[in-house]
């Protein structure tokens, strides 16, 4: 993604460190219950059991509701709705770290129902942050992003990122007129064709 800033956000280790993690979450773990709405198909319960498990190491009780999937959208974008913790999915519509940040995270844009900003996140610091990085042009406007999701994901983290496709495409030396989208991460079916 155009602005995007490598940081040191998330330790990349094989088995993580809950007792860390425990003393880190130590007196902000509210009631020590959350409940997680997750899809019914594919993979929605797996990871939901994941995030249960990982949560209990630091003693919260996480409560798994599972839906269809299209339920399960109408209840997460729905505020006011009984939920903690949502899993969900996004991807861009177009190479702008508008497209993840403010989408996804400016709470002045919060209505009763239709929200993509599913965590609720709602700062009127971020969301002036969000609001001037967006005014921005050229390299000053990606310079501004890159900044804002680092200090995002280290002070505020509304969000969890949990996957971020690889995706690889083989084909025949006959295929040609090979055209690929890396930010949607897709090639242009309609354009391939044969040498």
Not at 56 to 64: H, P
Not at 149 to 161: E, H, R, S, Y
């Amino acid at each position: 993604m155009p602005g995007f800033k490598q940081a040191d956000l998330y330790p990349t280790v094989k088995q993580p460190n809950f007792a860390l993690a425990k003393k880190l979450a130590n007196g902000h773990t509210g009631s020590g219950k959350a409940t997680l709405y997750t899809f019914s198909s594919s993979y929605g319960p797996l990871w939901a059991q994941i995030v249960q498990f990982d949560l209990k190491q630091l003693g919260v009780d996480v409560s798994i509701e599972s839906f269809p999937r299209g339920v399960q959208i109408g209840k997460i974008e729905t505020k006011g709705e009984n939920f903690d913790i949502g899993i969900n999915g996004w991807g861009a519509d177009y190479a702008d770290p508008y497209d993840f940040i403010n989408v996804l995270l400016d709470g002045s844009k919060l209505q009763a129902a239709n929200n993509v900003n599913i965590s609720y996140f709602n700062s009127p610091a971020y969301n002036k942050k969000m609001q001037s990085a967006a005014s921005l042009t050229g390299p000053k406007r990606l310079a501004a992003y890159g900044n804002l999701d680092i200090d995002l994901m280290k002070k505020a983290a509304p969000l969890a990122p949990i996957l971020n496709g690889n995706n690889r495409y083989f084909t025949s030396a006959r295929v040609g007129c090979w055209t690929f989208q890396p930010v949607l991460a897709v090639p242009n079916l309609a354009g391939i064709c044969l040498k």
